[in-house]
Antibody, heavy 119, light 112 residues
Framework: QVQLQESGPGLVKPSETLSLTCTVS????????WSWVRQSPGMGLEWIGY???????KYNPSVRGRVIISLDTPENQFSLRLSSVTTADTAVYYC?????????????WGHGTTVTVSS | DIVMTQSPLSLPVTPGEPASISCRSS???????????LDWYVQKPGQSPQLLIY???TRASGVPDRFSGSGSGTEFTLKISRVEAEDVGVYYC?????????FGQGTKVEVK
C-alpha cells in the first residue's frame, strides 16, 4: 500500500524559502501525478501545484513565481520549494497522489506537516 | 478560478438519520468526455483529508454504500443515507476539471 510522508522544517523565517519533501513508500513515483496541498485556518484547503512522472509541472497562480515542485525519481521523492514566504504561508502542508492522470482525484494523502512562518 | 460553494457549513445530525450536503460550482464541471470532475473528501478529526467520491458519483475503494454522490453541471450533492457516529468530520467538495483545483469551504458534520 502506497504511503506518503512529508518532511521539512516546521519553522521558517519571513522572506526565506520553505522546503519540504514527500517520500513515497510502497510504490513507485513513476506513472503517477503528485500534488502539494496546504490548509490554513484562513484559506481552507488550497492546491499548490502538481508534478507528473516526466517532471512537467502546473502551479496555482496564487503562488506562481514563488514555487518550484521537483521530482527525485531514484529517491522516490518529490519536493516543494516556496520562496519569499510570509505569515500567510503558515499552514499544514500535505502531499497527495492523483489516482490516475491529471484529472484524477487525490486517492493517497500524507499525514501533513505544519509549517509556521515567524521571525 | 472556479469557485466552489458548499452549504450548509455546519450540519448537526442524528445517528440513523440521513444527511445531505450541497456543492455549487461557478462554472460547469462537465468535461468534453461527458464526465463531471467533482470529488468529495472527508477530513476526520486529527487526520488528513481522505477521498470519498470521485467523478461526481463513484465511491472510492472501501467507502460504505451509505455514501452517494450526484449532480451535474454546477450543482452537486453528497448524501449519507444513515449517519453513523464515525461519519463526523469536515466534508469538502473539490473540482478537478481545470487548474487550479479548488475546494469548497467545508461542511462540518456533527452528531447530535
Amino acid at each position: 500500500q502506497v504511503q506518503l510522508q512529508e518532511s521539512g522544517p516546521g519553522l521558517v523565517k519571513p522572506s526565506e524559502t520553505l522546503s519540504l519533501t514527500c517520500t513515497v513508500s510502497g510504490g513507485s513515483i513513476s506513472r503517477f501525478v503528485w500534488s502539494w496541498v496546504r490548509q490554513s485556518p484562513g484559506m481552507g484547503l488550497e492546491w499548490i501545484g502538481y508534478i507528473d512522472y516526466s517532471g512537467s509541472t502546473k502551479y496555482n497562480p496564487s503562488v506562481r513565481g514563488r514555487v518550484i515542485i521537483s521530482l527525485d525519481t531514484p529517491e522516490n521523492q518529490f519536493s516543494l520549494r516556496l520562496s519569499s514566504v510570509t505569515t500567510a504561508d503558515t499552514a499544514v502542508y500535505y502531499c497527495a497522489r492523483h489516482s490516475a492522470d491529471y484529472y484524477g482525484p487525490f486517492d493517497v494523502w500524507g499525514h501533513g506537516t505544519t509549517v509556521t512562518v515567524s521571525s | 478560478d472556479i469557485v466552489m460553494t458548499q452549504s450548509p457549513l455546519s450540519l448537526p445530525v442524528t445517528p440513523g438519520e440521513p444527511a445531505s450536503i450541497s456543492c455549487r460550482s461557478s462554472q460547469s464541471l462537465r468535461h468534453n468526455n461527458g464526465y463531471h470532475y467533482l470529488d468529495w473528501y472527508v477530513q476526520k478529526p486529527g487526520q488528513s483529508p481522505q477521498l470519498l467520491i470521485y467523478l461526481t458519483s463513484t465511491r472510492a475503494s472501501g467507502v460504505p454504500d451509505r455514501f452517494s454522490g450526484s449532480g451535474s453541471g454546477t450543482e452537486f450533492t453528497l448524501k449519507i443515507s444513515r449517519v453513523e457516529a464515525e461519519d463526523v468530520g469536515v466534508y469538502y467538495c473539490m473540482q478537478a476539471l481545470q487548474p487550479p483545483r479548488t475546494f469548497g469551504q467545508g461542511t462540518k458534520v456533527e452528531v447530535k
